[in-house]
């Protein structure tokens, strides 16, 4: 299966020039599963929920034309960035698209820094989409802090974690070694670079997009300050299989009734309260 991922620098609000970036950046490419990152077409940096909420689109609108576009060129599947709006609400959210339509959407469940003001936390499950015996799990940036949520992802059957980025910390692209060795998946993070000064919030975002395997090697790693476009080849079978040695398997062998805290919901006490 060949995979990867586009890193871009968006301007902030330039809907059109960012997708005109995607295109120049994509031309002549083809791949099976293609990642592009958080927030691609719009940029990250809000001053406000209404500038936001004017940059929100639904299932339907430009960015959803976009990405069906780009998947008939370049024969792939994408997963990208977008702000969703939907029943009076807007979401920090992900569409999956296929040359014929958009196949869902994903809306981010742990909002980072001030993405709480302007975006509802996500509402629906985490999913898979089954895309020719390939199951790709959806998780947004910020996601990757809460292990809960590759976790979730691995026991709905995930193969592959689609993960669009716009890191602003330096953890994440070592913590994605352990999120894929500890479910046997893989993973694409597309990372976007660049820096944005808007209101009183200074961002530079970190580049070095990554596809980490389920062994959790580093396949591929973008540049910190450069565009960059890498497509690789992996052996998806590898991550269906869950075991570590004859012995070990990763998924069988979790001993779910001593994981209480989880069970119980989880209900953490801050005694620093
Ligand atoms: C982030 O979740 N965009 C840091």
């Excluded at 975006?119 to 898979?128: A, D, E, R, Y």
């Excluded at 026991?155 to 330096?170: E, K, R, S, T």
């Excluded at 893989?186 to 944005?196: D, L, Q, V």
Aim: charged fraction near 25%.
């Amino acid at each position: 299966m060949k995979v990867g991922y586009i890193q871009t620098s968006p301007v902030f609000g330039e809907k059109e020039r960012n997708f005109n970036e995607v295109k120049k950046q994509s031309k002549n490419l083809k791949a099976d599963l293609i990642v592009l990152p958080e927030l691609f077409a719009t940029g990250y940096t809000f001053t406000s929920k209404e500038e936001a909420v004017s940059l929100a689109e639904d299932l339907k609108s430009e960015t959803a034309q976009f990405l069906i576009e780009m998947a008939k060129t370049t024969e792939a599947v994408l997963v990208a960035g977008f702000i969703e709006k939907a029943r009076g609400s807007i979401y920090n959210s992900a569409m999956i698209a296929s040359s014929e339509a958009v196949l869902g959407s994903y809306r981010k469940i742990h909002l980072y820094n001030k993405e709480k003001f302007w975006f509802s936390p996500g509402n629906k499950p985490l999913n898979v989409y089954k895309i020719k015996g390939v199951n790709i799990g959806i998780m947004i940036c910020f996601d990757w802090i809460f292990p809960e949520t590759a976790r979730t992802l691995a026991l709905l059957g995930a193969d592959i974690i689609a993960h669009p980025a716009n890191l602003v910390m330096p953890f994440c692209q070592k913590a994605m070694t352990i999120r894929c060795l500890e479910n046997r998946v893989f993973a694409i993070t597309s990372n976007r670079i660049g820096e944005e000064k808007r209101g009183d919030n200074h961002f530079k975002f970190t580049g070095r997009s990554q596809i980490t395997s389920c062994d959790s090697e580093i396949l591929s790693t973008a540049p910190t300050d450069e565009n960059f476009v890498d497509i690789i080849d992996i052996d998806i079978l590898k991550a269906k299989d869950k075991k570590l040695n004859k012995i070990n398997d990763i998924f069988e062998d979790r001993r779910v009734e001593f994981y209480n805290a989880i069970l119980k919901g989880g209900n953490y006490v801050n005694e620093s309260k």
